[in-house]
């Protein structure tokens, strides 16, 4: 009889860290898809005869697809249980992914990039509720590691392996490499994941998921079209704005008043949940910043192509992964300590970037892509252990799409934010050095340009202008790297309250 148990509980181990792999595999694939874009909007604009706006749409829909239907995880799971939604789910992310390869045009791309969106949201929230919910709390340091990985390196992978691809043959195929992968996670999850998280509930809170979603869209269009309308001098920036302020307040009155609101705000009373969704939104912040701005001043300043640019900051998945194995250990200590290097790590990496010149080394910038990557590892695993540490299971899936919904929101802000601090950047210091451009000028003479440039031949003058807009450029990107260091540095405050979460017994 004793034998006949241990045989149960032995295939019923193997069995879950079959299905960790699987939902590993499903995350990666998901996570991959959210920066593919990064590297090939070039290729894709000129194939699509868009313009720079335009083809940004591509990711920024695709975000905002993601944020806006990420508070739907929690219902979705109660009334369907993890297997429908999750099986769902990922063949419509998968179909949605291969008909965006096929796509002929910018509005069938854009389309299928918001379905792509949509219909992955669920996947990493649901996917850590079922890690989560599969394994015992003693383990979750080691299983909170691995799913991680897929997660953050999901990203840097994407846009290395979708470069090399349309570098030899098109953009198309970043999209079609991941349609396979999504058959197989597909076939996998249908036959280990078991029926579980059905919940009795009568209907959803629509009127808190709409007011969320009308405020979450209003932000994304304010932060996408902001720089381009002048900001608050323009009547459409102030119409978002009001309609996004009255539609969060409609969401606010919504979670305070109703009994059944779409998510419980009385779950913020948890010290380490609530200092957690605040530490996970700067996480988001300085996650994929660098990977917006670095491929972009590499090219542009630097002169890297896209294959190489693709290998520098893969550095960062290198970094990552020995992030995640160091975390676990760093965890049994207290969680804090792992999270406190990681937000140091990422504010000395941001000082390094500050000191770039426009002939940075591809030494100097692999370095500071493993410093963040391993900065990435060190924060992901105790922070997220600690802020689900004394959540019921039964709230796991709400509180999971909070946690990531955020994380999201903050790279959105963040990524915004940076591209603004470049580019108003840029345009005042390309006026201010400007003013040197003359004959007379001392600062001028002592740069010794004089022989370099003829201020009266208009070849000359075209190349002196086009030295001074890559200069003004090169200040905006360190002035951005700056905003990225203070973030990293403040952050460090929010550290120290966090309560090390009990020491749980096996189960």
């Known amino acids: 009889m004793t034998t006949a148990v241990s045989n149960m509980d032995t295939t019923a181990d193997h069995r879950r860290w079959w299905l960790l792999s699987a939902v590993v595999v499903m995350a990666t694939l998901y996570s991959m ?63 949605a992914t291969l008909f965006c390869g096929l796509s002929q045009n910018l509005e069938q791309l854009v389309f299928f990039r918001i379905l792509q969106g949509g219909l992955g949201a669920p996947l990493i929230p649901l996917a850590q509720t079922v890690v989560l919910s599969s394994f015992p709390k003693h383990q979750h340091g080691v299983v909170t590691s691995i799913f991680g990985m897929g997660v953050v390196v999901g990203p840097i992978i994407g846009p290395v392996l979708g470069g090399f691809l349309s570098e030899l043959y098109n953009w198309r195929f970043a999209f079609f490499m991941i349609v396979p992968l999504g058959v197989a996670a597909t076939g996998m999850l249908w036959a280990l994941l078991p029926d579980r998280g059905r919940e009795e509930r009568v209907g959803f809170a ?10 979450l869209a209003c932000l994304q269009l304010i932060l996408d079209r902001g720089q381009r309308a002048d900001w608050f001098e323009s009547t459409e920036i102030l119409t978002e704005t009001a309609i996004g302020i009255s539609a969060f307040g409609v969401y606010i009155l919504h979670s305070l008043l109703s009994r059944a609101p779409l998510l419980n705000l009385g779950l913020l009373v948890n010290r380490n949940y609530a200092l957690g969704l605040i530490i996970v939104t700067v996480y988001g912040m300085l996650n994929f910043t660098p990977m917006v701005l670095l491929p972009v001043m590499l090219q542009d300043l630097g002169g890297y192509p896209e294959s190489i640019i693709g290998l520098l900051i893969a550095g960062r998945g290198v970094g990552a992964v020995f992030g995640f194995f ?38 100097d910038v692999m370095l500071a892509s493993f410093v963040q990557g391993l900065a990435v590892g060190l924060i992901w695993v105790p922070l997220t252990v600690s802020t689900f540490a004394r959540i019921p299971n039964n709230y796991m899936a709400e509180t999971s799409a909070v946690y990531h919904l955020l994380r999201n929101v903050g790279s959105t802000i963040f990524i915004s934010l940076s591209v603004t601090t470049v580019i108003r950047v840029s345009t005042r210091e390309r006026a ?10 001392d600062a001028l003479q002592s740069f010794g340009s004089s022989a370099t440039y003829d201020l009266s031949n208009m070849l000359d003058l075209a190349r002196l202008s086009a030295e001074l807009t890559d200069q003004a450029q090169m200040i905006g990107f360190l002035n951005a790297f ?26």
């Not at 290097?341 to 010149?357: D, P």
């Not at 201010?432 to 000028?441: D, G, R």
Request: proline share 5%; glycine share 8%.
């Open 482 to 507: 700056g905003l990225y260091t203070f973030m990293s540095v403040v952050v460090l405050v929010l550290v120290v309250f966090i309560q090390p979460p009990e020491k749980a017994a096996p189960e």
């Open 326 to 363: 160091f975390a676990n250990w760093v965890n049994r200590v207290d969680p804090r300590v792992g999270i406190a290097i990681g937000f140091l790590m990422q504010a000395w990496s941001g000082w390094h970037m500050m000191n770039f010149t426009m002939g940075v080394s591809m030494l």
């Open 33 to 95: 898809t959210i920066l593919i874009v990064s590297v090939i909007l070039p290729q894709m604009q000129g194939s699509l005869s868009a313009s720079p706006d335009q083809i940004s749409w591509t990711m920024t829909f695709n975000i905002l697809a993601t944020a806006v239907v990420t508070p739907m995880t929690g219902w979705l799971t109660g009334r369907w249980g993890w297997r429908l939604v999750i099986l769902t789910c990922l063949v419509g992310f998968t179909l």
């Open 206 to 215: 629509w009127t808190g998921f709409l007011g969320l979603a009308t405020a």
């Open 432 to 441: 201010q050095l400007s003013e040197f451009i003359n004959p007379y000028s």
